[in-house]
């Protein structure tokens, strides 16, 4: 068979099939559909999409699980940190406030007990304590 | 003498795609009417079966009107229609193969359930059938594009979204290939 005769072979396919078509059926149908069906935006139409659906599913699960972990991770990390949080009070006092600070501390109970920032607040701490943590801070 | 009757003219596809647009349902109808033929010719050949044409007709003239915004002119309507249709087909196959485990090619080959139908259709019409289900579905519709439907390469290539030369190879594989299974 040669490219001549394909063509004319290719040009009888489907023509059953065009000429059994009710056009003018075809034609309402089509209007109707279109009447009765609302319009769908690109977006909407992609959501509907069974495999959308699935991803965004997906997600949801993934983002829900890295906030739990998150929220446990930052309670676990923010829990120790008392003593560091009243060094950090001292890191804000001025000069003159920290010499005053010692002042006061020095009249109070002279007690040399090791230092243990970790169970410690700042009402707490005894003088020496107090004292070589002020010097620890100023370096 | 008589008078010769005033020719009413006839609106242009892009007339009745504004109108359309315009939310006129008469020009949507119009220009099924006016298209329909062809695209159920080229859909029956792309491998649809002959009970479904209707349907996969009335499907690809629903999502083109709803999708007319993004048609810019780049080729004709008729050729942005079938190409829509193509894609209507494959999604059809797509949803029958989930249905149902049938290899593609075979799922294209199945024409037709009437035996008689198919006999008088004839033996290289079936065959061709055949053939054109185990192309690419690129090559596959560049042959139906270029030799049922007619058009040149340009508009082919406009249509696929493919360049005109790449669109003639596609065509020369095509033709190869099915001259070498009707032989």
């Keep these: 068979m040669n490219e001549p005769e394909l063509e004319q072979l290719a040009q009888r396919l489907g023509a059953r099939a065009a000429e059994r078509l009710d056009v003018e059926r075809t034609a309402q149908a089509v209007v109707t559909r279109l009447r009765e069906a609302p319009r769908v935006s690109v977006v909407t139409r992609l959501w509907m999409q069974p495999a959308w659906l699935k991803v965004a599913a997906t997600v949801v699960l993934l983002l829900g699980a890295s906030a739990v972990t998150r929220g446990v991770w930052y309670r676990e990390r923010l829990a120790p940190a008392g003593g560091e949080a009243a060094a950090a009070g001292l890191n804000e006092l001025s000069t003159d406030q920290l010499q005053r600070l010692l002042e006061i501390v020095d009249q109070a109970t002279d007690e040399a007990a090791p230092l243990s920032p970790a169970d410690a607040s700042l009402d707490d701490l005894t003088a020496p304590q107090l004292r070589e943590l002020l010097r620890s801070l100023e370096g | ?183």
């Design chain 2, 1 to 183: 003498m008589p008078h010769a009757e005033p020719v009413a003219a006839v609106p242009t596809d892009a007339a009745l795609i504004a109108a359309w647009q315009g939310g006129d349902e008469q020009a949507a109808a119009q220009l099924v009417r006016r298209h329909a033929r062809a695209l159920a010719r080229f859909l029956a050949g792309a491998g649809a079966p002959d009970a479904d044409v209707d349907d996969l007709v009335q499907e690809t003239f629903i999502r083109a009107f709803r999708g007319v915004d993004r048609f810019r002119g780049q080729c004709r309507f008729r050729t942005w229609l079938l190409t829509i249709g193509g894609n209507v087909l494959k999604d059809a196959v797509r949803r029958a193969r989930r249905a149902k485990v049938v290899p593609l090619a075979d799922e294209l080959r199945a024409t037709d359930g009437d035996p008689h139908e198919r006999a008088v259709a004839g033996e290289a019409e079936g065959r061709l059938r055949e053939g054109l289900g185990r192309l690419s579905r690129m090559q596959r519709e560049v042959f139906l594009l270029r030799a049922q439907q007619g058009l040149e390469y340009d508009e082919i290539a406009a249509a696929l979204g493919t360049s005109p030369g790449a669109a003639r190879v596609h065509y020369h594989h095509a033709v190869k290939r099915l001259k070498e299974h009707l032989a």
